[in-house]
């Protein structure tokens, strides 16, 4: 049985060298015949389409090998000394850090970038990488906790890099533009200075192969056969880190072809190092050629269907999704690390000091704020002046941070896990590809367009995730890691339309950013009657709250429909997400930490700790956004940022415990 098994890997491995390239070469036909022309009116013509193929279609063509070649090796890298079948550049941070470093760097010493912007990338690539690791080294670089640790820093990077954006206007409004990944070439320059790179990191890699395969065993086998295991680690990573950010620093984010090539580099039948560090830069070359072949085909005239960056990421969240059941945690994130130090003995006098606290946060917000000539009290005339301005901006953040904390509340009682929330299970950027797909199809569509797409954008991630989740019993890494592949390829659709750079980009990038300057009494009004509305029926859901967290099985001889109960939780949550990531953005991990605020105070009871968390999740925005007005005054930062920072902490803090759900 065993033998048949390998026989058909090894059979497997020559069908698919030979499919890949047959598939390459089919695309390239397919777009040298169809490609747009000059129309052959005069003698210049020939010239210009000869110079279109020669300086534009064929070192593309060169470029999108060696890149993907790069991606490659560097996916296989990172995978096989972190012993993580997930690890990539994207999966890591690593894009995102370089990305953040670049985008600063252009914003404020465009010299810098100019001298050396592979540099600045391999700074910040490394920084980032350095940061996940350093999170996830006390659980061992457990795969799961490698995954949430890369997700908290993309976040905490990409809510920087959209607010140096913001801030410098246009100027930096191209970075992010080519950040998207244009393979788009004039010459041959390109190609001819990442060839040189690609041939050095892969003859680097041939004098690693023996340290990797050594590190295929567990860190005491290592080092019992002589292995500097830290110094020969960080060589590895530091390669591989090199090797995605020359590709990025050259032609921007390609999402998630480090990951996907090993992938299908081993389920082609590659297994050893030697022929996987082989089969997947190959793999890769081909997987980005492709790509790019295909979006250049589908596009209209001379433009690209896509950018071929964010093409790629739209396999980045389908692909996680596939390799779940082969990401196995070994300390998984603890449910007691959610749970309360204490048990409050009176709930209701403590709901009580939270609500004066929440109000006499809520007077600070509209009262107190900088001038020209120092801190100010608003009173009297000069209060009536100000209300106009700061009153719909603090509703708004006080009700969309009501909102996210109830909806975190009900994904954690709905899934079991401490650590749902809508910004990590995906749902916010499930919203974020609904507000996607109503730009795209309706220009500049109203409000309410905008809402029900984001609503129904929502409700489809999360359905998706339950649906992915409920397989394993809801296992704390896998519904995490579903939360990760949904996320990725809902922002990879938002990234397509970011690209274009036109006004619709521009909406879209506000809205990442969470920024409240442009609240009025329409979001105002929205935000309090959603609020009321939606969290109306939750007291009555109480028995659903309570009993859904034990379980499937215990639920059901509890006398509950299971499945009518969670869409109905899930339609809510999905609602209140959407309508409170229309207002304040997608980053602020508010969704998270309200609900463990509430429990770590001591609430215990569903209804109680509900309470709790909408008046947490209210001080928490409301707080975040006055500190987005005054912290550069006079000018503003996205409220979006500072609750991610807010958020991040937390989530950090919360994955470097010690406890171990058993």
């Given at each position: ?97 370089a990305e953040l470093a670049m985008t600063a760097a252009m914003g404020f010493s ?533 609750a991610a920072l807010i958020g991040g902490p937390y989530l950090i803090w919360l ?8």
């Amino acid at each position: 049985m065993v033998s048949r098994a390998k026989l058909a890997r090894n059979a497997s491995l020559p069908v698919f060298a030979i499919l890949l390239p047959l598939l390459c070469i089919a695309a390239f036909a397919v777009l040298i015949v169809t490609r747009p022309e000059v129309p052959q009116g005069d003698a210049d013509a020939a010239m210009l389409n000869g110079a279109l193929l020669w300086n534009s279609i064929m070192p593309r063509a060169m470029l999108a090998l060696i890149a993907g070649a790069a991606l490659g090796l560097s996916g296989t890298l990172l995978q096989r000394v972190l012993r993580n079948p997930i690890a990539d550049a994207s999966t890591l941070g690593i894009a995102s850090g370089a990305e953040l470093a670049m985008t600063a760097a252009m914003g404020f010493s465009p010299l810098l970038i100019g001298f050396s912007r592979e540099m600045a990338a391999f700074g910040g690539g490394l920084a980032a990488v350095a940061i996940v690791l350093a999170l996830s080294w006390r659980r061992g670089l457990d795969p799961v906790t490698v995954a949430l640790s890369g997700l908290i820093v993309s976040l905490i990077a990409s809510a920087l890099s959209v607010t140096l954006i913001l801030s410098r206007g246009e100027y930096a409004m191209s970075i992010y533009i080519w950040g998207a990944g244009s393979l788009s070439q004039q010459d041959w320059n390109g190609a001819l200075s990442l060839g040189p790179r690609l041939i050095l990191g892969f003859a680097a890699a041939l004098l690693l192969v023996r340290p990797l395969r050594i590190l295929a065993l567990d860190d005491s086998g290592a080092r019992s056969l002589g292995l500097a295991l830290h110094s020969t680690r960080l060589a590895i990573i530091a390669l591989a880190v090199w090797l995605a950010v020359s590709v990025i620093s050259e032609v921007g984010v390609i999402g998630f072809v480090g990951l996907a090539a090993p992938a299908i580099a081993r389920l082609a039948g590659a297994r050893g190092t030697g022929k996987l560090m082989l089969t997947a830069p190959l793999t890769g070359a081909g997987l980005l050629f492709l790509t790019d072949c295909l979006t250049q085909i589908l596009g209209p005239g001379f433009t690209d269907l896509a950018p071929t960056g964010a093409a790629t990421a739209l396999l980045g969240g389908p692909l996680l999704l596939f390799l779940l059941p082969r990401v196995h945690s070994v300390s998984a994130v603890a449910a007691q690390s959610a749970a309360a130090l204490n048990r409050l003995t009176k709930p209701l006098l403590a709901l009580g000091a939270l609500f004066i606290a929440l109000a006499l946060i809520f007077a600070v917000v509209l009262t107190l704020g900088p001038a020209e000539d120092g801190w100010h009290v608003a009173t009297g005339s000069l209060l009536t002046d100000l209300l106009p301005f700061r009153l719909p901006r603090t509703i708004v953040a006080a009700a969309a941070g009501a909102m996210l904390a109830a909806a975190g509340f009900i994904m954690q009682r709905v899934t079991g896990n401490p650590i749902a929330s809508p910004e990590v299970l995906g749902v916010s950027s499930g919203a974020g590809a609904g507000l996607t797909v109503a730009l795209f199809l309706f220009g500049f569509p109203s409000p309410i367009i905008m809402l029900l797409a984001m609503a129904l954008g929502a409700l489809a991630a999360f359905l998706a995730m339950i649906a992915i989740s409920a397989r394993s019993q809801f296992s704390p890494e896998r519904m995490l890691l579903a939360g990760v592949g949904i996320g990725a390829f809902a922002m990879a659709i938002v990234t397509m339309v970011l690209a274009k750079g036109d006004m619709r980009g521009y909406i879209l990038l506000t809205w990442l950013s969470g920024s409240t300057n442009r609240a009025g009494a329409f979001e105002a009004w929205t935000a309090i009657i959603s609020l009321v509305v939606l969290t109306a029926p939750l007291p009555f859901l109480s028995r659903w709250l309570t009993i859904l967290p034990l379980g499937a099985g215990p639920s059901r001889a509890a006398g509950l429909h299971v499945g009518v109960s969670r869409l109905a939780l899930a339609i809510l949550a999905a609602l209140m997400t959407a309508i409170a990531s229309f207002l304040v953005g997608p980053l602020s991990l508010t969704g998270l930490i309200a609900p463990h605020l509430a429990r770590l105070a001591g609430f215990r009871a569903p209804g109680h700790q509900l309470t709790a968390s909408l008046l947490f999740g209210a001080g928490v925005l409301m707080a975040a956004d006055w500190l987005s007005r005054v912290v550069i005054y006079p000018y503003q930062v996205p409220v979006g940022l500072f609750a991610a920072l807010i958020g991040g902490p937390y989530l950090i803090w919360l994955l470097s415990r010690k406890e171990v759900q058993q």
